[in-house]
């Protein structure tokens, strides 16, 4: 296998882990029992791996911040913390989605855009659907004021 044949091979790998990975962390935030094990457990694996960095740099009881750089537990802990806060921003992302969709005024935002991009796609695939379409009764419908003449 050659160097380019290797490269493509690792980015299909690497990005299907990706997306399977941030499919599975996003159904994983709808989840509220999942949530909260996925928290405490990702809280007490950063806790038990704070101990193991401290423990790493002490030497006859005193703490040596100079060792940080060659603790292997050191590098683990900050990756793992990456991994926590990345889990823990795709909660907050499904929490502000949540929330947005509590307000009248942003699902019927929401649901007039739908219609819209969904009109504009069969426009645009069907151009002929143009004359078949009362812009006046849709706008109606969507509860869009007319323009000011």
């Given at each position: 296998m050659n160097n380019r044949t290797h490269g493509s091979v690792y980015q299909v790998v690497s990005h299907a882990l990706e997306y399977t990975v941030i499919r599975w962390i996003k159904r994983l935030a709808e989840i509220p029992v999942a949530r909260l094990?996925?928290?405490l457990i990702t809280t007490l694996t950063a806790g038990v791996?704070?101990?193991a960095f401290v423990v790493d740099i002490?030497?006859?009881g005193k703490i040596h911040w100079a060792e940080t750089s060659s603790s292997r537990t050191f590098y683990l802990l900050v990756a793992?913390?990456?991994v926590w806060l990345a889990?823990?921003?795709v909660?907050?992302?499904h929490d502000r989605d949540v929330v947005k969709f509590?307000?009248?005024e942003h699902c019927l935002a929401y649901a007039r855009k739908m219609q819209l991009e969904a009109v504009a796609a069969d426009l645009k695939s069907n151009p002929s659907h143009a004359v078949t379409i009362d812009l006046t009764a849709m706008m109606k419908q969507l509860?869009?004021?007319a323009p000011k003449k």
């Open positions: 094990l996925a928290s791996l704070a101990s002490t030497v006859d793992f913390v990456v889990l823990q921003l909660f907050l992302d509590a307000d009248d509860k869009i004021k």
